[in-house]
């Protein structure tokens, strides 16, 4: 079975630093693995995902993600927050459908 | 429409009644999946389908809820004998084939209250 775990509900940050949010997974085959992005009262939206083509994935809004299968982690970056990336963010992962099993979320907070 | 369309937006009704939710995918789209959402937590996989076959609805908590999409578009997702546990936000999502690494599109939801 597959599993995902984001490490801290919560992260905050301010504007201009890094962000770092932590997604660790469990699979028994290679996975695939996406970030998701929901700002409020909007459905969630693909940041980036990892289809095995390439260890380090950009997305969009400057955000990556580096797979590291010896560490089980898919852990998203942005070298400089803005205000408008506050929102929740959501690790998954899928592995033979479409059906994406998700992390419990992460809220990021941006401060002036 | 461009993108995935929900309705109601909210829906408040009360324990023992049934409701249905409705899913409109983007026009073409292949696979639709349902997931259920509680307050802080990840979306919870329901169900989803290839066109109009149910594929996997092994995410469906029990037999009160169902889903059907007869025509290969647009789904309902129904709970019946509603109870306050089923309070959730209840989200569609649909993908333009049915390829495990395929951008899902999710909608805005429906929120569900039992009262």
């Known amino acids: 079975a597959q599993s995902v775990t984001q490490l801290g509900s919560h992260v905050s940050v301010s504007e201009g630093a890094l962000v770092l949010l932590r997604c660790n997974y469990s699979s028994s085959v290679p996975p695939y693995l996406f970030w998701y992005v929901q700002y409020p009262n909007q459905g969630l939206q693909l940041l980036l995902k990892?289809?095995?083509?390439?260890?380090l994935v950009k997305g969009i809004n400057g955000f990556e993600a580096e797979f590291k299968k010896s560490e089980t982690s898919f852990h998203l970056t942005k070298p400089s927050a803005h205000m408008s990336d506050a929102a929740e963010y959501f690790c998954a992962v899928s592995v033979n459908t479409g059906k994406l099993i998700f992390g419990q979320g992460t809220t990021l907070q941006v401060k002036p | 429409g461009a993108g995935v369309s929900q309705s109601p937006r909210y829906k408040v009704t009360k324990r023992g009644q049934d409701v249905a939710l409705r899913c409109d995918p983007i026009?073409?789209?292949?696979?639709l999946y349902w997931y259920r959402q509680a307050l802080g937590q990840g979306p919870e996989f329901l169900t989803y389908?290839?066109?109009?076959?149910?594929?996997?609805k092994s995410g469906l908590p029990n037999d009160r809820f169902s889903a059907e999409r007869p025509e290969g578009s647009i789904s309902t997702l129904t709970i019946q004998r509603t109870e306050q546990r089923d309070s959730a936000m209840y989200r569609c999502?649909?993908?333009?084939?049915?390829?495990?690494?395929?951008?899902?599109?999710f909608g805005s939801g429906t929120q569900l209250s039992v009262l």
């Open positions: 026009s073409g789209h292949v696979s």
């Open positions: 999502a649909s993908s333009s084939n049915r390829g495990t690494n395929e951008k899902l599109f």
């Open positions: 990892y289809t095995s083509a390439a260890t």
């Open positions: 389908f290839n066109y109009e076959a149910q594929q996997d």
